[in-house]
């Protein structure tokens, strides 16, 4: 199963998430956090996702699709303009997820156990540097294991100065 929620605190934003099957049973899915807010980075975020979309539907692995966006944000020449991406490929059959993390919040596992594994491999922001590299983590699941790909929104929410932060996100 795969599920998915943003909850903005304005009418637009800068928090994004998109899936695209890529065959039965597999898909190809982003989770992004652009720079800044409001309409200026969700106008950002517009391009990312033509991009990832296009991307994603020529089955490119994970950090090649990211290199493909980085290099497309280079080209606009604004380096205040970059963009948090988490970028996976799910292959429900073989119960694995493989995923390239360009700055964003690390992914985990819950396992059936219980267990948390936090997966913090990945490179800089997207938009930032050239020649930027991002590498595919992969990952068996198992039958009752939960992965929860998110933004820095959820752990940073906050309740009078108290934030959420990733125990609460565990807890959840």
């Not at 943003?6 to 998430?17: C, F, I, K, Q």
């Amino acid at each position: 199963d795969c599920a998915a929620a943003a909850l903005s605190s304005e009418p637009v934003g800068g928090d994004y998430y998109d899936f695209v099957e890529t065959r039965d049973r597999e898909f190809t899915l982003a989770v992004g956090d652009a720079a800044g807010k409001g309409g200026p980075a969700a106008l950002l975020l517009a391009g990312v996702q033509a991009r990832f979309r296009s991307e994603a539907r020529r089955e490119m692995r994970p950090s090649a699709l990211l290199a493909a966006i980085n290099t497309q944000l280079l080209q606009h020449d604004q380096p205040e303009k970059f963009v948090g991406l988490l970028c996976a490929h799910v292959d429900v059959r073989r119960g694995r997820i493989g995923f390239a993390n360009a700055g964003l919040t690390p992914p985990l596992i819950r396992r059936r156990d219980g267990r948390f594994e936090e997966y913090t491999a990945g490179g800089v922001l997207l938009g930032v540097r050239a020649q930027a590299e991002y590498a595919d983590v992969w990952v068996d699941l198992a039958a009752g294991a939960v992965a929860v790909l998110y933004t820095d929104g959820l752990t940073e929410a906050r309740r009078g100065e108290e934030m959420f932060g990733v125990g609460r996100v565990q807890e959840v």
